[in-house]
């Protein structure tokens, strides 16, 4: 039945597409937090516009919340992202007396007087009655505010009061109609720093002006710096003169100089017409948009639909001014090449999967300079991939080598003229050498670990903004490996395309056969004891070893092979069940074990069902993350939509198809919402799609053509996505269990480098074996690509009182797809205390070594004690305790009084430390901390930790005497709670007051609740 009708699927209908879709565009879609943080903003932007002039209220992380009552000014760039950065030069107008303190002035706003379209925004501001309205262009902005005639009218001017906070700010008065500036904010989640410049112009002189800074306002001053500075000017709105009543701000900035802000504004906004300038942008809005037209759904439907594509069409965003020149990742002022342009803001973890194969196919030359771009910064900081740069810096935000796939997907998807040859040696060098860069962050840290093990220990080295990540780096580097093979193939070079191939199904050697989970491994190979998932400790962010996710999530992050993933589960008849438990759940966070529709990591996870034979699960999910978790309500978006990332997966999902491997230009299919949909390709092609029975409720497929041929694959050809084609499909309310069902009707999978099975060991992790105990555990193997025949294992362990009995074999996998056997680990009475791991490696008949096993005899001490250490340096020597920077608790390494240790710096006066969780999983405990400090200066150490009744409690403090010699400091703890309640989910800080602060070790003794008394420091175990 399914092939007859895919045969003949029905033809169009006529369906009006879309005019000006500027019209469906609601900019206040995402400013309210619905389930999460949402963090778009409402005010006005070009096309990839540097200025994104908007509000900014009293609460929003990122500048605009729906749910504040008061804004406290305009300012000029934005960021739509999961931290409070950017919101430079605020901008805003008031009333009356300017007060005793100009920067925390607010006003209260109301939504119905407040307008917002693509190119315009305008509020009224209640307090005192100001119409603001705004217009933008690539790099400048107007701004018009039209006061109470004869009102003392006030513009002030909130040049060091950057969202992301300001380390120096300066403002000066020019002239009686100008003013100029410069802030320098912290950068990109408070990484690094960033300098931008600006130009204000007046159409009308002001009659008076001021600073301030800080507390002190000073009248007719003309200049102020610092942090909180900044300047407000007076004008005259006495009645009977012309337009008295409005004052229009010309706004340029610049990341090069004040000169250059200036420039921008007079070039590309040569008059004073603010509604002039809106109607313009708003023309370019409505050309990019036509891009993708569309027909043949509800408003509602069109309204999300083109929201999301406007979203998607904001960053990156152009960083050069108008003559060319931009800053440098070197710090130096460069030309970008004529007639190209320099492009920054990449949010590469999150934009990789979907944003920009969308940006790629229609706008093929920006995303060209796009990509190149990332080489220039490349090529700039040293010959090392930029990591999320942002501004002329990296700013290391996420797990993964993210710029990579990044590169590769513009490349995939048709983007012009990128320099693959440049690039392609810095990126390997990336993906085998780590090294300190700029401000002191690493491209791949730890990567030669990962080299030699092939996979990315789950150890301090693995460290991300929530917790450890040795597994969610291993599949992202794993991506990122694959990417790299097919831009070496991209140019013929056969030898890397194959070396990067391999090292793409590094994923097979964090899967454990014995869970089904793909888990973080330990430096000895160990997995963590228990299940796959583990849901996280109450007041925790994600799994360990998961960069914002856990196991179930990060499961299906195999999108190079997927084919090599669902073997490996056991095929299509154990995957399919665990994708169906999977989908329970849409949306509901980072630590449960289902789909969290919200966050990139499972993007493509619906699609996966195209890979195992059940299309239809993939149309109907796709439709309900359509229709159930995009509206057109302030809270539409269901999370943080990390510039335009979620927003692009509507608009995939939407069209019918999904980027499906990146690197590639593979689109998985699953149905259209709309009945029609024509995408202008930017290399003058067309994809036109034709559902006339398209419908919110029918969203199975029952048959295809493409190019008027009958198509029943899930995948679209490779060329599909930059030669364009035309695809009729019909569409049912009842799913079609027959349509594309086959094997070779899947998109593609790669499998080069899949071994043929793995080897596992069960129980893996820590398992406590007290001296003179055993422990029985099973050996076994489980195929992958097939074909492993007799596999012989052997077992290894580190002392001499541990053994394995047998301490080999062989698993026979001839005619079976899984074999294990029995064996007993046995720890001698005197064992030392410790971890003790015991090694299981697996071999083929024919050579090829497999992914093995670890289990870790762990033997107790008799004192019920355990001691943990960690010795600071260049590198930390961690023994079941260590240093963790983050936020206000970051140190540098230094050598001192002819020994190493580590130092706080400017701001950051603490230094944080966890104790491990399977050893002091947190409870009621007494502790003594031992500190090696070097005395110098004045001021004092304590202890800020977690205890049984605070979790900020202070120790008493110990004075430094200034003696410049290596000292120790003692503190007694008799109510630890140690539940990584302090911040950074640590257990507890030392805080330095006073002079610069340096420690050299700490030492870590607990007893009490559930403690596993391991003593796990060199000079412990030496007295035991």
Same mark, same amino acid.
């Given at each position: 039945?399914?092939?007859?009708?895919?045969?003949?699927?029905?033809?169009?209908?006529?369906?009006?597409?879309?005019?000006?879709?500027?019209?469906?565009?609601?900019?206040?879609?995402?400013?309210?937090?619905?389930?999460?943080?949402?963090?778009?903003?409402?005010?006005?932007?070009?096309?990839?516009?540097?200025?994104?002039?908007?509000?900014?209220?009293?609460?929003?992380?990122?500048?605009?919340?729906?749910?504040?009552?008061?804004?406290?000014?305009?300012?000029?760039?934005?960021?739509?992202?999961?931290?409070?950065?950017?919101?430079?030069?605020?901008?805003?107008?008031?009333?009356?007396?300017?007060?005793?303190?100009?920067?925390?002035?607010?006003?209260?706003?109301?939504?119905?007087?407040?307008?917002?379209?693509?190119?315009?925004?305008?509020?009224?501001?209640?307090?005192?009655?100001?119409?603001?309205?705004?217009?933008?262009?690539?790099?400048?902005?107007?701004?018009?505010?039209?006061?109470?005639?004869?009102?003392?009218?006030?513009?002030?001017?909130?040049?060091?009061?950057?969202?992301?906070?300001?380390?120096?700010?300066?403002?000066?008065?020019?002239?009686?109609?100008?003013?100029?500036?410069?802030?320098?904010?912290?950068?990109?989640?408070?990484?690094?720093?960033?300098?931008?410049?600006?130009?204000?112009?007046?159409?009308?002189?002001?009659?008076?002006?001021?600073?301030?800074?800080?507390?002190?306002?000073?009248?007719?001053?003309?200049?102020?710096?610092?942090?909180?500075?900044?300047?407000?000017?007076?004008?005259?709105?006495?009645?009977?003169?012309?337009?008295?009543?409005?004052?229009?701000?010309?706004?340029?900035?610049?990341?090069?100089?004040?000169?250059?802000?200036?420039?921008?504004?007079?070039?590309?906004?040569?008059?004073?017409?603010?509604?002039?300038?809106?109607?313009?942008?708003?023309?370019?809005?409505?050309?990019?948009?036509?891009?993708?037209?569309?027909?043949?759904?509800?408003?509602?439907?069109?309204?999300?639909?083109?929201?999301?594509?406007?979203?998607?069409?904001?960053?990156?965003?152009?960083?050069?001014?108008?003559?060319?020149?931009?800053?440098?990742?070197?710090?130096?002022?460069?030309?970008?090449?004529?007639?190209?342009?320099?492009?920054?803001?990449?949010?590469?973890?999150?934009?990789?999967?979907?944003?920009?194969?969308?940006?790629?196919?229609?706008?093929?030359?920006?995303?060209?300079?796009?990509?190149?771009?990332?080489?220039?910064?490349?090529?700039?900081?040293?010959?090392?991939?930029?990591?999320?740069?942002?501004?002329?810096?990296?700013?290391?935000?996420?797990?993964?080598?993210?710029?990579?796939?990044?590169?590769?997907?513009?490349?995939?998807?048709?983007?012009?003229?990128?320099?693959?040859?440049?690039?392609?040696?810095?990126?390997?060098?990336?993906?085998?050498?780590?090294?300190?860069?700029?401000?002191?962050?690493?491209?791949?840290?730890?990567?030669?670990?990962?080299?030699?093990?092939?996979?990315?220990?789950?150890?301090?080295?693995?460290?991300?903004?929530?917790?450890?990540?040795?597994?969610?780096?291993?599949?992202?580097?794993?991506?990122?490996?694959?990417?790299?093979?097919?831009?070496?193939?991209?140019?013929?070079?056969?030898?890397?395309?194959?070396?990067?191939?391999?090292?793409?199904?590094?994923?097979?050697?964090?899967?454990?056969?014995?869970?089904?989970?793909?888990?973080?491994?330990?430096?000895?190979?160990?997995?963590?004891?228990?299940?796959?998932?583990?849901?996280?400790?109450?007041?925790?962010?994600?799994?360990?070893?998961?960069?914002?996710?856990?196991?179930?999530?990060?499961?299906?992050?195999?999108?190079?092979?997927?084919?090599?993933?669902?073997?490996?589960?056991?095929?299509?008849?154990?995957?399919?069940?665990?994708?169906?438990?999977?989908?329970?759940?849409?949306?509901?966070?980072?630590?449960?074990?289902?789909?969290?529709?919200?966050?990139?990591?499972?993007?493509?996870?619906?699609?996966?069902?195209?890979?195992?034979?059940?299309?239809?699960?993939?149309?109907?999910?796709?439709?309900?993350?359509?229709?159930?978790?995009?509206?057109?309500?302030?809270?539409?978006?269901?999370?943080?939509?990390?510039?335009?990332?979620?927003?692009?997966?509507?608009?995939?999902?939407?069209?019918?198809?999904?980027?499906?491997?990146?690197?590639?230009?593979?689109?998985?299919?699953?149905?259209?919402?709309?009945?029609?949909?024509?995408?202008?390709?930017?290399?003058?092609?067309?994809?036109?799609?034709?559902?006339?029975?398209?419908?919110?409720?029918?969203?199975?497929?029952?048959?295809?053509?493409?190019?008027?041929?009958?198509?029943?694959?899930?995948?679209?050809?490779?060329?599909?996505?930059?030669?364009?084609?035309?695809?009729?499909?019909?569409?049912?309310?009842?799913?079609?269990?027959?349509?594309?069902?086959?094997?070779?009707?899947?998109?593609?999978?790669?499998?080069?480098?899949?071994?043929?099975?793995? =080897? $596992?060991?069960?129980?893996?992790? *820590?398992?406590? /074996?007290? @001296? #003179? !105990?055993? %422990? +029985?555990?099973?050996?076994?193997?489980?195929?992958?690509?097939?074909?492993?025949?007799?596999?012989?294992?052997?077992?290894?362990?580190?002392?001499?009182?541990?053994?394995?009995?047998?301490?080999?074999?062989?698993?026979?996998?001839?005619?079976?797809?899984?074999?294990?056997?029995?064996?007993?680990?046995?720890?001698?009475?005197?064992?030392?205390? =410790? $971890?003790?791991?015991?090694?299981? *490696?697996?071999? /083929?008949? @024919? #050579? !090829?070594? %497999? +992914?093995?096993?670890?289990?870790?005899?762990?033997?107790?001490?008799?004192?019920?004690?355990?001691?943990?250490?960690?010795?600071?340096?260049?590198?930390?020597?961690?023994?079941?305790?260590?240093?963790?920077?983050?936020?206000?608790?970051?140190?540098?390494?230094?050598?001192?009084?002819?020994?190493?240790?580590?130092?706080?710096?400017?701001?950051?006066?603490?230094?944080?430390?966890?104790?491990?969780?399977?050893?002091?999983? #947190?409870?009621?405990?007494?502790?003594?901390?031992?500190?090696?400090?070097?005395?110098?200066?004045?001021?004092?150490?304590?202890?800020?930790?977690?205890?049984?009744?605070?979790?900020?409690?202070?120790?008493?403090?110990?004075?430094?005497?200034?003696?410049?010699?290596?000292?120790?400091?003692?503190?007694?703890?008799?109510?630890?709670?140690?539940?990584?309640?302090?911040?950074?989910?640590?257990?507890?800080?030392?805080?330095?007051?006073?002079?610069? #602060?340096?420690?050299?070790?700490?030492?870590?003794?607990?007893?009490?609740?559930?403690?596993?008394?391991?003593?796990?420091?060199?000079?412990?175990?030496?007295?035991?």
């Amino acid at each position: 039945m399914s092939a007859a009708i895919a045969d003949t699927p029905a033809r169009a209908e006529h369906v009006n597409l879309v005019s000006d879709p500027t019209g469906y565009v609601d900019p206040m879609i995402g400013t309210q937090k619905g389930v999460d943080w949402e963090n778009t903003f409402p005010g006005v932007t070009a096309p990839f516009g540097m200025m994104q002039f908007s509000p900014d209220t009293e609460e929003g992380p990122t500048g605009y919340s729906y749910d504040a009552k008061t804004i406290k000014g305009f300012s000029l760039d934005h960021f739509s992202g999961g931290c409070s950065s950017f919101g430079d030069i605020p901008i805003l107008p008031v009333t009356g007396p300017v007060g005793d303190d100009p920067a925390a002035r607010t006003e209260h706003f109301s939504h119905d007087d407040e307008q917002a379209a693509p190119g315009s925004y305008a509020v009224k501001l209640a307090d005192s009655n100001v119409r603001a309205e705004l217009g933008a262009t690539t790099r400048s902005g107007l701004a018009s505010f039209r006061y109470p005639a004869g009102s003392q009218a006030q513009v002030l001017v909130k040049s060091g009061t950057s969202l992301g906070g300001d380390l120096a700010a300066d403002v000066r008065v020019v002239n009686d109609h100008e003013l100029s500036g410069t802030t320098t904010p912290h950068g990109l989640c408070n990484n690094s720093k960033y300098t931008m410049y600006f130009d204000i112009k007046f159409n009308r002189p002001f009659t008076a002006h001021g600073t301030w800074q800080g507390g002190t306002v000073t009248p007719g001053s003309s200049a102020a710096t610092g942090p909180g500075s900044g300047a407000y000017l007076t004008f005259d709105t006495s009645a009977g003169k012309a337009s008295a009543d409005t004052v229009t701000a010309k706004v340029g900035m610049s990341y090069v100089s004040e000169a250059g802000a200036a420039k921008n504004s007079a070039s590309e906004i040569p008059g004073w017409d603010v509604e002039r300038l809106q109607a313009q942008t708003r023309a370019d809005w409505r050309d990019a948009l036509l891009k993708v037209d569309v027909g043949g759904g509800s408003a509602d439907e069109l309204t999300t639909f083109y929201t999301s594509l406007y979203r998607s069409l904001q960053s990156p965003s152009v960083f050069n001014d108008v003559d060319g020149r931009y800053i440098g990742f070197d710090d130096k002022i460069r030309q970008v090449p004529a007639g190209h342009t320099q492009y920054a803001h990449f949010s590469d973890w999150d934009i990789y999967r979907s944003l920009a194969p969308l940006q790629a196919m229609l706008y093929p030359r920006e995303t060209g300079d796009m990509a190149n771009s990332l080489l220039r910064d490349a090529q700039q900081q040293g010959g090392w991939w930029p990591k999320w740069p942002s501004q002329n810096v990296t700013g290391n935000v996420m797990n993964g080598d993210n710029g990579v796939p990044l590169f590769a997907q513009y490349v995939a998807f048709g983007a012009r003229d990128v320099n693959v040859r440049d690039a392609l040696p810095i990126m390997k060098k990336g993906a085998t050498r780590s090294e300190s860069v700029g401000w002191g962050w690493i491209e791949r840290p730890g990567v030669e670990d990962y080299v030699r093990l092939g996979y990315a220990p789950n150890n301090a080295t693995s460290q991300g903004d929530h917790g450890l990540q040795g597994a969610s780096e291993t599949l992202e580097w794993a991506t990122d490996d694959f990417a790299i093979s097919q831009l070496a193939a991209s140019i013929g070079d056969r030898r890397t395309q194959a070396e990067y191939a391999k090292r793409g199904n590094n994923w097979q050697n964090i899967y454990d056969p014995a869970t089904g989970y793909l888990r973080p491994r330990d430096d000895n190979g160990a997995f963590p004891a228990g299940p796959g998932f583990q849901t996280p400790p109450e007041g925790v962010f994600g799994q360990d070893g998961y960069d914002e996710g856990n196991a179930a999530q990060y499961n299906w992050s195999v999108q190079q092979d997927m084919a090599g993933l669902v073997a490996a589960m056991g095929g299509k008849e154990k995957a399919v069940p665990r994708l169906d438990d999977f989908f329970t759940k849409l949306n509901p966070g980072g630590n449960e074990p289902y789909d969290w529709a919200g966050n990139e990591i499972d993007t493509t996870a619906p699609w996966a069902y195209d890979y195992v034979g059940q299309p239809w699960k993939t149309q109907e999910l796709a439709r309900r993350f359509e229709t159930e978790l995009f509206t057109t309500a302030p809270d539409g978006l269901p999370g943080n939509d990390d510039n335009g990332a979620l927003s692009s997966e509507y608009v995939w999902a939407a069209l019918g198809m999904m980027p499906a491997t990146p690197g590639t230009p593979t689109l998985a299919l699953n149905s259209p919402l709309f009945k029609r949909a024509v995408i202008s390709l930017g290399n003058g092609k067309k994809i036109t799609v034709n559902a006339p029975a398209a419908a919110d409720n029918a969203p199975y497929i029952t048959g295809m053509r493409l190019n008027g041929k009958p198509f029943e694959s899930t995948g679209l050809p490779a060329s599909f996505a930059t030669r364009g084609g035309t695809l009729d499909i019909s569409l049912s309310t009842r799913p079609d269990t027959h349509w594309a069902t086959g094997a070779k009707a899947a998109p593609p999978s790669y499998r080069t480098g899949e071994v043929p099975a793995v =080897g $596992y060991v069960t129980p893996t992790g *820590t398992q406590v /074996t007290p @001296g #003179g !105990t055993s %422990l +029985p555990a099973v050996v076994g193997a489980s195929e992958l690509a097939g074909h492993a025949g007799k596999v012989r294992w052997t077992a290894t362990s580190d002392v001499a009182g541990v053994s394995v009995t047998p301490s080999s074999g062989t698993l026979d996998l001839s005619r079976a797809a899984t074999a294990k056997a029995p064996v007993t680990i046995k720890v001698a009475k005197d064992t030392p205390s =410790g $971890y003790h791991p015991v090694k299981v *490696t697996f071999r /083929t008949a @024919g #050579g !090829t070594t %497999l +992914p093995g096993g670890t289990v870790v005899a762990t033997v107790p001490a008799a004192d019920g004690a355990a001691t943990v250490c960690d010795s600071l340096g260049a590198t930390d020597t961690e023994c079941g305790l260590r240093r963790r920077d983050n936020g206000d608790g970051h140190t540098t390494p230094v050598t001192v009084g002819g020994r190493e240790g580590r130092s706080t710096t400017d701001g950051s006066s603490f230094e944080y430390f966890d104790v491990d969780n399977a050893i002091v999983p #947190g409870g009621d405990y007494k502790a003594t901390v031992t500190v090696d400090y070097y005395d110098h200066g004045t001021g004092s150490w304590s202890m800020q930790y977690d205890s049984t009744t605070d979790a900020f409690k202070h120790s008493a403090s110990v004075a430094k005497t200034g003696t410049d010699t290596w000292k120790t400091a003692t503190f007694t703890l008799d109510d630890a709670a140690f539940h990584n309640a302090e911040n950074g989910n640590t257990d507890f800080r030392l805080v330095n007051s006073g002079d610069t #602060g340096t420690v050299g070790s700490v030492h870590v003794a607990v007893s009490g609740d559930n403690v596993l008394a391991l003593h796990l420091c060199p000079d412990d175990n030496d007295n035991d």
